[in-house]
């Protein structure tokens, strides 16, 4: 008898097994796509201190429950933070609540794409590790103004 399994959102799990009335059942035939970067490759982890991404996994990789489409690797500025924070979206102070310590000038973190278009548009974009930046953020934004603000390129 075959047992139809849960069905759970995706970013609350990363794992093959399922608890279904104590019984622990491996599910099978998974399909697992790899994440690209902006350059279609393997897309790199951004942070894991601290801990950023959609899945909390350090990788700005998304699905289609990530309303705010959080693939924009960046590391963070003194502008950016007091921008962000300006616009309502306070990322440098700590809400222990929901286990963030908030952010520091250099951390890295996954990004909104549209929030890091509108800092751009402002003149207030950080700096974008394209090789941790998902290759969704193209439809957002052009590849051509990622590349201008390339981490890399400002080392």
């Known amino acids: 008898m075959k047992m139809a399994l849960p069905i759970f959102p995706s970013r609350y799990y990363d794992f093959r097994k399922y608890l279904l009335g104590g019984l ?24 894991c201190e601290p801990l950023t991404g959609w ?39 700590p809400a222990p609540q929901y286990g963030f310590g908030g952010l520091k000038v250099g951390d890295h973190w996954c990004l909104c794409a549209q929030r890091w278009k509108e800092a751009y548009d402002d003149g207030m974009a950080p700096l974008v590790r394209m090789e941790a930046t998902e290759i969704s953020t193209l439809k957002y934004i052009d590849f051509d103004i990622l590349s201008k603000h390339s981490f890399s390129s400002h080392d």
């Not at 970067?37 to 790199?44: E, P, S």
């Not at 429950?65 to 950016?80: L, P």
Request: hydrophobic share 30%.
């Open 24 to 47: 622990f059942i491996m599910e099978e035939n998974i399909n697992v796509i790899q994440a690209k970067n902006v350059f279609g490759q393997a897309l790199k982890k951004c942070s």
């Open 55 to 93: 899945f909390r996994d350090g990788s700005c990789r998304t699905d289609s429950s990530d309303h705010g489409i959080h693939t924009v690797c960046c590391v963070m500025t003194d502008s950016f933070l007091r921008y962000s924070k300006a616009q309502g979206n306070d990322l440098s102070t």
